[in-house]
């Protein structure tokens, strides 16, 4: 699993922004990693990263990878594709600080925000920042939460 993030993280970086929140010593404490769907294509769920993992393992990405696939806007959006907070350092509103930053281009763009969570502790945090769950997919028997945000944080229109 190491190499497919590996992949897939430098694939996303390369297509978008990154935003890294840093302690006064340089250490990373929080990032925020965003593509444009435009920008992206279908190389955003293509599954071509599953090449490097256990064919069974690979199996299982494409589903979910499919699954996200046909929850995510058919429009242009800034994509949210990885938010993580060092574990000692979670709850201190670094997670709100290094998402304003792409947030604030989604709004700039005039384009919505859109992510995908297996977290369900993560839904409430994510509504807080003006995200609305517009959809639900079951992946290999896990719930995962469609979530978008409109530009300037308005509620979101659910999906049919």
């Known amino acids: 699993m190491a190499a497919y993030y590996a992949r897939d993280l430098a694939d996303m970086v390369a297509l978008g922004a990154t935003d890294v929140l840093r302690l006064d010593d340089g250490t ?15 190389a955003l769920f293509a599954g071509e990263s599953t090449a490097v993992v256990d064919p069974a393992v ?22 949210l594709d990885v938010l993580a907070t060092a574990p000692d350092l979670r709850r201190q509103g670094l997670a709100t600080a290094v998402l304003a930053p792409g947030l604030g ?19 409430p945090f994510y509504q807080r920042q003006g995200f609305e769950v517009v959809g639900t997919t079951e ?8 979530m978008t945000r ?3 944080g308005r509620p979101a229109e659910p999906l049919g």
């Open 28 to 42: 990373p404490a929080a990032v925020a990693v965003w593509c444009r769907s435009d920008l992206v294509g279908s």
């Open 58 to 79: 690979g199996q299982r990405l494409r589903l979910a990878m499919g699954a996200m696939a046909a929850g995510a806007p058919t429009e242009p959006h800034w994509y």
């Open 105 to 123: 281009r989604a709004d700039a763009d005039g384009l919505p925000a859109y992510l995908e969570t297996a977290d369900p502790a993560t839904v």
């Open 139 to 146: 992946v290999d028997g896990l719930p995962l939460w469609h």
């Open 150 to 152: 409109t530009p300037g």
